[in-house]
């Protein structure tokens, strides 16, 4: 069983930037495309942003062009720069294997929060 462990989520105001790490316990990691989900209150969670072994990206519309997802294998970690943040970008975020249906089950870990303030 693969364990996540999601963290830097924090209060900010609109505009400024957050830098999410989520740390990935074991050595399938690297071969595994990784994604970044969120889930705002009320809402479902959805996938934001997504990378592939070989490091190719794709985002959610409402955050492409001010998140950038990024992995360093030899850590086994995936990062979430975010930037230009709204109020609607408030959610707990997770990370997991991408796409949703790939994802590993009992992988899920807490998430870290992050709030955006007007």
């Known amino acids: 069983q693969v364990q996540l462990v999601e963290s830097g989520g924090d209060l900010v105001q609109a505009g400024g930037s957050l830098r999410l790490s989520c740390a990935a316990s074991?050595?399938?990691?690297?071969?595994?495309?990784m994604g970044w989900y969120r889930q705002a209150p009320g809402r479902q969670r959805e996938l934001v942003a997504l990378i592939t072994s070989s490091g190719g990206t794709d985002y959610a519309d409402s955050v492409k062009g001010r998140f950038t997802i990024s992995r360093d294998n030899a850590k086994n970690t995936v990062y979430l720069q975010m930037n230009s943040l709204k109020p609607e970008d408030t959610a707990v975020y997770y990370c997991?294997?991408?796409?949703?249906?790939?994802?590993?089950?009992?992988?899920w870990g807490q998430g870290t929060r992050v709030t955006v303030s007007s």
């Open positions: 997991n294997r991408a796409p949703a249906l790939r994802a590993w089950s009992e992988s």
């Open positions: 074991g050595s399938i990691f690297s071969i595994n495309t």
